[in-house]
């Protein structure tokens, strides 16, 4: 059994994939790459292959009709046979010696017996044409270099929040609650960092630089204007994370208190770029959104709605959407999101 399973989603990855391959093959015989060619129609497959032929006891190559993102992962999982798991996107990068010191950790777990359910890194926003580099640290918020449970963590900050980037669960979990995400759906990573957090009890977390996520092409799934476009896949992984998780059903505060803050950030992404758009339809889709999840639970929609973030994004008027877009530019820039 490998210690560390890592799968590669590609569609039409040709220019990049092999940048995210070499940074993530080690001389060492404890990891897998599942590259996962999702119905591409350039050289994808043909790349994948030869890394395959190349490192046969490594890498793992899946040709599958096109299905989309969480369709690629689903494949992924059903394939891994690491003792962990981690998604690492075909345009995105890792820092070697924070893998090393990620691989040392775990195998030193388990090691001594130790099988954490998930472990958690730091992220760094590789925004092409920015001169500084926005990173997504957990300290202060997560104890460090040790086994911590939910009543161990503190209160996570505004614009500080878990991301499928930050991620490695075990795969064991991951299999035994069936996690499926939809195919053909944008936005899946939400659901993906969301779901399983359920079932998450040990955790540990290493102050680390380790996942590059890059943005700033024009035709990438979380490029602005793109994700205009595909807002109703946007609204239909919100729609989705309401239904899944009774939030009053959580009994551990901590935990029940982070799923909160998850949901109220993709709320306050969905409302944000509806009134971007400038659509009047979409502001439409706004309302009807607030209305889902009233229906849906009276009590998290007013939490929702009345806390901060809600009051900020449903400002009357058209001053009030022109203060609410004024605020995401700032927030934009301070936390270094597309």
Not at 290 to 313: A, E, M, N, P
Not at 322 to 338: A, E, K, L, W
Request: glycine share 6%.
């Amino acid at each position: 059994m490998k210690l560390l399973s890592v799968v590669i989603p590609c569609y039409n990855s040709q220019d990049y994939m092999k940048n995210c391959i070499e940074s993530l093959l080690l001389a060492r015989d404890d990891i897998e790459l599942i590259i996962v060619n999702d119905g591409s129609v350039d050289q994808t497959a043909e790349i994948a292959d030869n890394y395959a032929n190349m490192e046969p006891s490594k890498i793992k190559v899946i040709h599958q009709q096109n299905g989309g993102h969480g369709q690629a992962i689903n494949t992924g999982l059903k394939h891994a046979t690491g003792l962990y798991f981690k998604v690492v996107d075909s345009d995105d990068w890792i820092d070697t010696r924070a893998y090393l010191r990620i691989l040392d950790t775990l195998s030193g777990l388990i090691g001594r017996k130790q099988y954490i359910d998930l472990l958690i890194s730091n992220f760094v926003y590789e925004k092409e044409g920015a001169k500084h580099k926005k990173v997504m640290k957990y300290t202060g918020t997560l104890p460090q270099d040790t086994i911590f449970t939910w009543d161990d963590v503190g209160d996570f900050r505004k614009g500080q929040y878990l991301m499928m980037h930050s991620l490695i669960y075990r795969t064991q979990l991951l299999k035994e609650m069936q996690l499926k995400l939809p195919s053909h759906t944008f936005y899946v990573d939400n659901l993906y960092v969301y779901q399983p957090l359920t079932r998450v009890e040990e955790m540990y977390y290493l102050d680390v630089d380790f996942y590059r996520y890059f943005i700033g092409r024009d035709d990438q799934s979380v490029n602005e204007k793109v994700m205009i476009n595909r807002i109703d896949q946007q609204l239909k992984v919100n729609k989705l994370m309401v239904d899944y998780i009774d939030l009053d059903s959580i009994k551990n505060m901590k935990l029940q208190s982070y799923l909160f803050h998850q949901l109220e950030i993709v709320t306050t992404i969905s409302s944000i770029l509806l009134i971007r758009s400038r659509k009047k339809e979409n502001l439409q889709k706004k309302k009807e959104l607030l209305q889902y999840i009233k229906q849906s639970d009276k009590k998290l929609y007013r939490k929702l709605r009345y806390g901060f973030l809600g009051q900020l994004t449903n400002l009357p008027s058209w001053f009030g959407r022109q203060i609410s877009m004024g605020v995401y530019r700032v927030s934009r820039r301070i936390f270094g999101y597309n």
